[in-house]
């Protein structure tokens, strides 16, 4: 099993959970955080002064998905979500060695 962690901006989440509803993903886990990367912040006025946000609004989404269709899962991510402009996002894989769902007992792949 594969672990994936998704980090994409705020806008792009709908579209996102489009996706994996139409890839058959059972569920996921939605978290919003502040990020810091090659975007280096974004500059803003506030009553005419100029400033700095370095750590901008990200979404992280975790799920867990079969090691057959993370691939072909990861791909359509990225051509969906895909645009030229810096700071779009990043998938992390993380192997998964097993779980358990609690209600039934269920383990590996039968729990996702």
Request: no cysteine; proline share 3%.
């Amino acid at each position: 099993m594969k672990k994936l962690e998704i980090i994409i901006k705020p806008d792009d989440l709908e579209t996102l959970r489009d996706l994996l509803e139409r890839n058959q993903v059972n569920g996921m886990m939605v978290e919003n955080i502040m990020g810091y990367g090659n975007q280096k912040g974004i500059k803003q006025n506030y009553r005419g002064t100029e400033y700095t946000s370095y750590f901008l609004p990200k979404v992280k989404v975790e799920t867990v998905t079969t090691d057959e269709r993370a691939p072909a899962l990861i791909d359509a991510i990225s051509r969906e979500l895909k645009s030229d402009e810096i700071g779009s996002g990043k998938i992390f894989v993380y192997t998964v060695d097993d779980a358990v769902r609690i209600r039934t007992g269920e383990t590996g792949e039968d729990a996702i």
